[in-house]
Each structure stands twice: as structure tokens, then as C-alpha cells.
């Protein structure tokens, strides 16, 4: 029997999550949702996502962090601000003056329509233009 190997299959195009949404967000404050994403059609597997801030003066420990809410019913989707809720990822920054980007990949993601959310924790509101949540989805084939 022949062993199996796995690759990635090409991914789709990255696109915008996020941007108007995050400008000026305060500090411990939820965006609004992004747009839905149906991967009941897809079945995509995983997720990456890019997060790019403008220039600003991060307080404390500064992370901004990602939801994923999805709706099971087809009708609704999960409380956007539910505190219970575990985010699908962290992104961790210094407190230094600058320009913020970072990647976080393989995240996997359900079935299922979904819809995107960032809670700001930088200290400071986030910049007023110039902040982006971008995605793309992949998954993987037996080759």
C-alpha cells in the first residue's frame, strides 16, 4: 500500500476583513463584524490572516485579538462581544512607536458561514486610516 502525501492546495485571493472598521477603535473595544465568508460552500480548512496598524504608541501588554463568530442555525450568527468566546488569534505586539504587521497562519476554521471581529487591547485607540484585517483560505489534498 502506498503512503499518502499531503500538500496544500492553492489558496484564495487575500482579501480585506477588516478596515474602516478598525479605524480609531478604542482601546478593549469590539469592531463591528466583517462581511460573512460561507464555507459551507468551499469547505475550506484554514485560515490566515494579516494585521497591519497604522503608526501608534502601544500601552501595557498590547495585543489585538481575533474572533471568529459563526451561525450553526443558518439564520444566527454568535454574539459578537460575548466575553466567553475564545479567539481564534492573538497577535502580540511591542510598546514601541510604529507601523504594526503581523501574520498568523493554519487557523483552523468550521463549515460553517462566518464572520470575522478584532477586539483592540494596544492601550491607546488604533490610528485613524491605515489598519487592515486581510485573509485568505486554503486547504490541504492527498497527492
Known sequence: MAATTFSWTAGTTIASALTTELNALANAAFSAASAAYDNETNHYLYLDLELVL???T????PYCAVFLIAHLDGTNYEDTAN??????AIFSFTTAVAAKRQIRSNILVPPLPFKLVLQNN??????ATLN???YRLHSEQGV
Open 54 to 56: 497604522a503608526s501608534l
Open 58 to 61: 502601544p500601552t501595557g501588554s
Open 83 to 88: 466575553t466567553a468566546s475564545v479567539p481564534i
Open 122 to 127: 494596544m492601550g491607546p485607540s488604533l490610528g
Open 132 to 134: 487592515t484585517l486581510k
